[in-house]
């Protein structure tokens, strides 16, 4: 069962509790007797996917050189409905 923390024991004991977690254990902390947030080794996290240039290609034609300028209404409208299209 983790160990459950409240945000000010956390903040006041974080290098312990960086500890314990790196060792293995699950810590949950929590903000106002509710949990918020939890601590875990990294190795055992969830790591975010890798980023890939150009994943969203549809979205290139409309990276030109009007979207360095300002911008009118009309402009904004167009860009828009572009996106509304894809």
Known sequence: MPATVNVHEAKTHFSKLLERAHA????????A???YAKLV???DA??????TP???PELAPL?????MSAMTDAD???WEQKLRDI
Do not use: H, S, T
């Open 63 to 67: 990276a030109d050189d009007a979207m």
């Open 76 to 78: 904004i409208e167009a």
């Open 24 to 31: 293995g254990e699950e810590i949950i902390v929590a903000k």
């Open 46 to 51: 969830p790591l975010p996917c890798k980023r």
């Open 33 to 35: 007797g509710k949990p």
């Open 54 to 56: 150009g994943g969203w």
């Open 41 to 43: 080794k990294l190795d």
